[in-house]
RNA sequence: GGGCGCAUAGCUCAGUUGGCUAGAGCGCUUCCCUUACAAGGAAGAUGUCGGGGGUUCGAGUCCCUCUGCGCCCACCA
């Protein structure tokens, strides 16, 4: 036990408790535990290669809180640390940092030196390095990056088990990555398919729908003409994308649309190219848009892919994947001028061939009228910085629903068999399972990240034989097949016709972290582990990415387990800046956090976290940061006042009515705190427990002060010691999940052992004593006593004054009431002499206070 | 177009099965260095609870409807 100081202050208690903590293993998870006893988090892993910022120090505050919770509630409590170092982020910092760039055809170096360790120039040529030695580069420097994080989250006052760190990228994460894919191979779940995909031209690679989103970007409608073959006119469809006249294959409009009718079944011939292509009949096709009929390219966008596969048209693709015109005219462009006019555009850029076919359009007279501009949404790549494209590539696919009604009606009860919260974020669940398009696209053209553990075998001519990919044991995972070798093959057999190739792709990052929890529980290395904290009790996630890490875990879990991966989930709102933007770095509002830990204190932060109710969006607030560090504050200084008082003697109870009825208060506190907690309503707790600790301090404490100090007797004061005492206790244990520093602080005054493997405070044990004290007696003591400094404050008088006499106004229940907390009254308010007067009953108390003349 | 959320004091927000004379904090005003706390404390002012209808003895709370804001999804010729 700390001695009390005289000035307690929270400078220095952060650094001081996280080292006491970890010397005390205070949050170590006890892996005897079964798995009832358990309380599971599967946190979320940062990415390592940006910053830690406030959306992080508020969400992790939040579901460290209901660790602390739960573990005081007597669980066990798993509750990791993961960081994500996998994926395009890390990449392209290992790029920039070391100089380097990922080659998988690069063989393996073993005593590779990078030549940069930090700030290559600008003018370095990035060295080739193989897949091995890049993840070697990776785990170095995020090394560097996971220590500025640690730091950060141990200042936060995070009770994550830190020996249960893992990492996206290590050896387990990548063996837990192929394996489980490797099994959804074996079940039909994973499958490799050449289709039209969705392309970004500048990371060139495939993406999936999950990470897409619509930007508004400038276009223009061109009207342009397609002459009917029969000589009778012309068709007239609307077009934003003129550049894809040369890989049109059809024209489209709805079967009912009168119309265009008698048009169907003809042909029309494309201007510029000169190719026939038919019109035809597609529901999907909109009257009102446009002329109603439309150019269906391969490929311009999604419908043009869907009218494709289900009108069995040809494929005439002019775009590379580099984002440019191809050298070589599509099937069907034969004439000289349409040769020409294709020439005119191969190999240029696409806003480049857009403008030379406008221009073409214009000459040739086929463009009606003037382009007419639109803003409109187009697709990107989140990450991209270009509109996304569709090309056809092989590509690896995780069945999710998309296709499949029956799995999309397990995934949907899946959802419904979670736990959310708050409840209403399950709509974004069903919303985007019902939305799905298509599979799980999990294979990107990258060259860093989990690698796809497959190799082919080639045939005589050194084509690749996709339908029965050569499979590694999965004793030998993780496998990066372009440097392994598979069984029964030499290296020398690499790529040679006869030989094998080894899958040149690597799986997105989200195929690895939607096994987060497989990962942090040690699934297939420590089964005993796994058993123990599987599925898991709590996902917390920010609510942007329940289509992406959520759903896809789900599907994991589904497949592998049968099962949730977890039973509840949580979802944090976004920080706004005090303009009620996001907040943003590029808007330079962007707050550190270790500022405001020093400014503030850790838990002064905490509090502001806290105290936002989950899911919903905050203003980040350096007032309430203030506010909580009041709070702070008075806790240390409460809790120096109580256990300033004598200890009262063994035995003692409490015994007055207002000592009693306060416990009983209390109790009704730890009631709603515990109810809230166990909703995931950390923020409900902690407004409720804040309430009733000012009500203690200002209105009870003031109360008893002067019985406590013993004016009134040995008895009366132990009543209130032993009160205020048991009072204290339970308040402390009640902000311990909030502001676990100043309660360790506060609770080390008068306790061994830490306050975060207390108790949670019991309700019945509380108010055990209560049964027939009138609640109210505490209403009308603080009644009294608030009018009584009322006269004070409006005479603008110390609140020293004496009163030489106080009229008391009261109904006959309300007599009996005062007459039980007279005596505390008396002091608390230096009343000299009371009168009563009695009223009839239901007549609120009215105090008329006369002031002692000042000396 | 489909879905979800929000709208309560100048600001940020509580208000959980309908019982409120509508609350808190910040900010504002006044007073007090009272021996736990001046990075305090005591007290005070401020609201047609977005509009309209309905159910009810009673509606901020339930139902319908309208308006405004935000988010998710879809469409995007």
């Given amino acids: 036990m700390a001695a009390i100081p005289d000035k307690p202050?929270?400078?220095?208690?952060?650094?001081?408790?996280?080292?006491?903590?970890?010397?005390?293993?205070?949050?170590?998870?006890?892996?005897?535990?079964?798995?009832?006893?358990?309380?599971?988090?599967?946190?979320?892993?940062?990415?390592?290669?940006?910053?830690?910022?406030?959306?992080?120090?508020?969400?992790?505050?939040?579901?460290?809180?209901?660790?602390?919770?739960?573990?005081?509630?007597?669980?066990?409590?798993?509750?990791?640390?993961?960081?994500?170092?996998?994926?395009?982020?890390?990449?392209?910092?290992?790029?920039?940092?070391?100089?380097?760039?990922?080659?998988?055809?690069?063989?393996?170096?073993?005593?590779?030196?990078?030549?940069?360790?930090?700030?290559?120039?600008?003018?370095?040529?990035?060295?080739?390095?193989?897949?091995?030695?890049?993840?070697?580069?990776?785990?170095?420097?995020?090394?560097?990056?996971?220590?500025?994080?640690?730091?950060?989250?141990?200042?936060?006052?995070?009770?994550?088990?830190?020996?249960?760190?893992?990492?996206?990228?290590?050896?387990?994460?990548r063996r837990i990555s192929q394996q489980a894919f490797l099994r959804n191979l074996a079940r039909g779940e994973a499958y490799t398919q050449e289709a039209p995909t969705l392309w970004d031209v500048d990371f060139q690679t495939a993406v999936a729908q999950a990470e897409l989103e619509d930007r508004e970007r400038p276009g223009a409608y061109h009207q342009v003409a397609f002459a009917r073959t029969d000589g009778d006119g012309d068709v007239i469809i609307d077009t934003t994308r003129p550049v894809l006249i040369a890989a049109c294959v059809a024209l489209v409009a709805h079967p009912d649309d009168e119309r265009y009718k008698p048009l169907f079944g003809t042909t029309v011939r494309t201007p510029l190219y000169g190719v026939d292509v038919p019109v035809l009949a597609h529901p999907l096709a909109q009257p009102d848009k446009g002329t109603g009929i439309a150019m269906i390219c391969t490929f311009g966008d999604l419908t043009d892919v869907i009218w494709w596969r289900e009108l069995n048209l040809p494929t005439r693709a002019i775009m590379d994947r580099a984002g440019r015109i191809v050298m070589t005219p599509p099937a069907g462009i034969t004439t000289d001028a349409g040769l020409a006019a294709f020439a005119a555009i191969a190999g240029a850029k696409i806003n480049q061939a857009q403008n030379t076919v406008v221009d073409a359009l214009r000459t040739s007279g086929t463009l009606i009228g003037d382009p007419r501009p639109i803003v409109h949404p187009v697709k990107f790549y989140e990450k991209g910085e270009r509109p996304l494209e569709i090309v056809t590539s092989r590509q690896w696919y995780i069945r999710n629903g998309g296709r499949d009604g029956d799995l999309r009606t397990s995934l949907l009860e899946r959802g419904r068999q979670l736990q959310w919260h708050p409840d209403h974020m399950r709509h974004r669940y069903s919303n985007w399972v019902e939305g799905l398009n298509g599979d799980w696209l999990i294979s990107r053209?990258?060259?860093?990240?989990?690698?796809?553990?497959?190799?082919?075998?080639?045939?005589?001519?050194?084509?690749?034989?996709?339908?029965?990919?050569?499979?590694?044991?999965?004793?030998?995972?993780?496998?990066?097949?372009?440097?392994?070798?598979?069984?029964?093959?030499?290296?020398?057999?690499?790529?040679?016709?006869?030989?094998?190739?080894?899958?040149?792709?690597?799986?997105?990052?989200?195929?690895?972290?939607?096994?987060?929890?497989?990962?942090?529980?040690?699934?297939?290395?420590?089964?005993?582990?796994?058993?123990?904290?599987?599925?898991?009790?709590?996902?917390?996630?920010?609510?942007?990415?329940?289509?992406?890490?959520?759903?896809?875990?789900?599907?994991?879990?589904?497949?592998?387990?049968?099962?949730?991966?977890?039973?509840?989930?949580?979802?944090?709102?976004?920080?706004?800046?005090?303009?009620?933007?996001?907040?943003?770095?590029?808007?330079?509002?962007?707050?550190?956090?270790?500022?405001?830990?020093?400014?503030?204190?850790?838990?002064?932060?905490?509090?502001?976290a806290a105290s936002a109710r989950p899911g919903v969006d905050t203003a980040f607030s350096e007032d309430q940061m203030k506010v909580g560090r009041k709070l702070a504050m008075k806790l240390l200084n409460a809790s120096k006042f109580v256990l300033s008082f004598p200890v009262p003697p063994s035995g003692a109870t409490p015994t007055h009515a207002i000592d009693v009825a306060m416990l009983d208060r209390i109790a009704e506190t730890v009631r709603e705190a515990t109810r809230a907690f166990?909703?995931?309503?950390?923020?409900?707790?902690?407004?409720?427990?804040?309430?009733?600790?000012?009500?203690?301090?200002?209105?009870?404490?003031?109360?008893?002060?002067?019985?406590?100090?013993?004016?009134?007797?040995?008895?009366?004061?132990?009543?209130?010691?032993?009160?205020?005492?048991?009072?204290?206790?339970?308040?402390?244990?009640?902000?311990?999940?909030?502001?676990?520093?100043?309660?360790?602080?506060?609770?080390?005054?008068?306790?061994?052992?830490?306050?975060?493997?207390?108790?949670?405070?019991?309700?019945?044990?509380?108010?055990?004593?209560?049964?027939?004290?009138?609640?109210?007696?505490?209403?009308?003591?603080?009644?009294?006593?608030?009018?009584?400094?009322?006269?004070?404050?409006?005479?603008?008088?110390?609140?020293?004054?004496?009163?030489?006499?106080?009229?008391?106004?009261?109904?006959?229940?309300?007599?009996?009431?005062?007459?039980?907390?007279?005596?505390?009254?008396?002091?608390?308010?230096?009343?000299?002499?009371?009168?009563?007067?009695?009223?009839?009953?239901?007549?609120?108390?009215?105090?008329?206070?006369?002031?002692?003349?000042?000396?």
């Fill in 445 to 608: 053209q990258r060259f860093f990240g989990v690698p796809i553990p497959v190799w082919y075998q080639l045939d005589s001519s050194g084509e690749p034989n996709y339908s029965d990919p050569i499979i590694p044991d999965e004793s030998s995972l993780p496998i990066d097949p372009s440097t392994d070798v598979p069984a029964g093959y030499t290296s020398d057999q690499r790529d040679r016709p006869g030989g094998f190739s080894g899958d040149p792709d690597v799986m997105d990052t989200w195929a690895t972290s939607s096994l987060s929890p497989q990962i942090a529980g040690r699934w297939g290395d420590d089964d005993d582990l796994f058993t123990r904290v599987f599925p898991m009790d709590m996902r917390p996630q920010g609510h942007d990415i329940i289509r992406t890490w959520l759903f896809s875990t789900v599907v994991r879990a589904h497949f592998e387990h049968d099962s949730l991966p977890w039973s509840n989930t949580s979802l944090s709102g976004w920080i706004l800046d005090p303009d009620r933007k996001k907040m943003s770095k590029s808007k330079g509002n962007v707050v550190t956090p270790m500022d405001l830990f020093e400014t503030f204190g850790s838990d002064a932060v905490r509090y502001w």
């Fill in 9 to 173: 202050s929270l400078d220095g208690i952060e650094s001081h408790w996280d080292g006491v903590w970890s010397q005390e293993a205070t949050y170590g998870f006890d892996r005897s535990a079964h798995r009832e006893q358990v309380f599971a988090i599967d946190t979320p892993p940062p990415t390592v290669s940006g910053s830690l910022h406030m959306g992080h120090v508020f969400s992790y505050t939040h579901t460290d809180t209901i660790a602390r919770y739960q573990r005081m509630r007597g669980k066990d409590v798993f509750y990791p640390m993961g960081w994500d170092d996998n994926g395009l982020p890390t990449e392209r910092r290992v790029q920039n940092y070391f100089g380097v760039r990922c080659d998988p055809a690069v063989a393996y170096q073993p005593d590779f030196q990078p030549p940069f360790r930090g700030d290559p120039p600008k003018d370095h040529q990035s060295v080739s390095i193989s897949r091995p030695n890049f993840i070697e580069l990776c785990n170095e420097l995020t090394h560097q990056d996971e220590k500025v994080f640690e730091d950060l989250f141990r200042r936060l006052g995070l009770s994550v088990d830190w020996s249960l760190l893992y990492t996206t990228i290590e050896e387990r994460s």
């Fill in 678 to 855: 166990e909703e995931f309503d950390y923020a409900r707790a902690l407004e409720r427990t804040e309430t009733t600790f000012w009500w203690f301090c200002d209105d009870y404490v003031e109360l008893v002060k002067g019985r406590a100090y013993n004016s009134q007797g040995d008895d009366a004061a132990a009543s209130a010691l032993v009160a205020m005492r048991i009072a204290l206790s339970a308040l402390q244990r009640l902000f311990a999940p909030f502001m676990p520093f100043t309660t360790e602080t506060v609770w080390r005054w008068w306790n061994e052992s830490s306050i975060h493997l207390a108790a949670w405070p019991d309700s019945q044990v509380l108010a055990a004593s209560s049964s027939d004290i009138p609640v109210s007696m505490l209403d009308v003591a603080g009644d009294i006593l608030g009018q009584i400094r009322r006269a004070k404050t409006e005479a603008k008088t110390s609140q020293r004054t004496p009163v030489a006499r106080a009229r008391v106004h009261c109904d006959p229940p309300t007599r009996a009431i005062f007459t039980a907390v007279r005596s505390d009254l008396t002091e608390a308010g230096s009343v000299q002499e009371w009168i009563l007067i009695e009223e009839p009953a239901d007549t609120p108390v009215l105090v008329e206070v006369e002031l002692a003349p000042s000396t």
